[in-house]
């Protein structure tokens, strides 16, 4: 099947991309106490052994140090925890994250005022600072969360790889899009859950049963193909949606690390859940462009062909299977 082995090159060609790009964000957080004191956790990601990147907070002029920062190093993250004052506080001033412009990772900031009110943002290389505001403001918590969203799809490739199983499997456009529909309600549903608290599972068994949800369906397109048809193919959307419950509690842990805004729950929530959606549907977009266009290219592909892509989705998705459970 040449347009199998023709997005399988592309993939493979992408995947030092994906993967050299620091796609665990670094972390500020700041939590008033008092008018002009606030308790500061700083996260940056490791870089091996007692390594990290070289990220620093500076903040506005004017600001002391109450506390000493205690560092330590857990899981390849270094975080820091200090205390620090400025007179009349931090509103108005301008945060600077030193050295962001030298990396291609992102700082994700959550600023929560005493009276619970919280701003949230995204620095990026291009853009390593942001001013204290007085009140948040709806719109930028709207489009932090919604690129949060989109980003978190686009660079989690388990994700993207069962999604990608679904299309190669799904035969027909009404099936397919009945089928993303199903995953979508899923997902939303655990996702908005979870990150409310009414659901809790534990981050590393969920992970390794979302890898193990991608090797099911990389066999069931297999099966189909040697005319033996799967629960996967006769009801796509049932495997969809049960295994969508799954990739929502994914999503939550990965929107667990960055926080909600509490005055804007619903709000970020939705955004967030949006942005995966962008994200998955563009993903969709894209391959089935690129199925498209390869049909005009005068390559033919051997008998054998076709098995390509349902083995290498398979064998990427069985690694994280024992990795993930490996780190139980």
Not at 255 to 269: D, K, T
């Amino acid at each position: 099947m040449k347009k199998a082995l023709v997005i399988l090159v592309l993939l493979a060609a992408g995947m030092p991309r994906l993967f050299a790009h620091e796609v665990r964000p670094a972390y500020l957080e700041l939590r008033q106490t008092s008018p002009e004191t606030y308790d500061a956790f700083w996260k940056v990601p490791g870089q091996g052994e007692n390594l990290r990147l070289g990220l620093y907070v500076e903040f506005p002029e004017g600001t002391t140090n109450v506390t000493v920062p205690r560092a330590t190093m857990v899981n390849n993250a270094f975080t820091e925890r200090w205390t620090v004052k400025r007179t009349g506080g931090l509103t108005g001033g301008t945060i600077h994250i030193a050295g962001l412009t030298a990396t291609m990772t992102d700082v994700l900031v959550r600023l929560e005022r005493l009276d619970g009110s919280t701003q949230v943002t995204r620095l990026t290389p291009s853009a390593p600072s942001f001013v204290v505001e007085a009140a948040p403001r709806a719109m930028q918590v709207a489009a932090t969360y919604l690129i949060l969203g989109g980003e978190h799809i686009l660079l989690g490739i388990d994700h993207l790889l069962f999604v990608l199983a679904l299309v190669l499997l799904v035969k027909g456009w009404k099936r397919l899009i009945g089928t993303i529909t199903a995953f979508t309600l899923a997902h939303s549903l655990t996702l908005a859950l979870a990150t409310l608290g009414f659901v809790h599972v534990p981050g590393p068994p969920v992970e390794a049963v979302i890898a193990l949800s991608i090797v099911f369906v990389a066999a069931e397109i297999i099966r189909g193909r040697e005319g033996k048809p799967g629960l996967t193919e006769r009801a796509p959307w049932v495997v969809a949606f049960a295994f969508g419950l799954l990739h929502g509690l994914g999503f939550a842990g990965a929107l667990s690390e960055v926080g909600l805004p509490q005055q804007a729950i619903p709000l970020a929530l939705l955004f967030f859940n949006v942005g995966v959606e962008i994200g998955q549907l563009a993903f969709i977009a894209a391959v089935l462009a690129l199925a498209t266009a390869t049909r005009c290219l005068p390559v033919r592909a051997p008998a054998w062909g076709w098995r390509v892509m349902p083995y290498a989705i398979g064998s990427v998705a069985i690694f994280w299977v024992i990795q993930r459970t490996a780190a139980f």
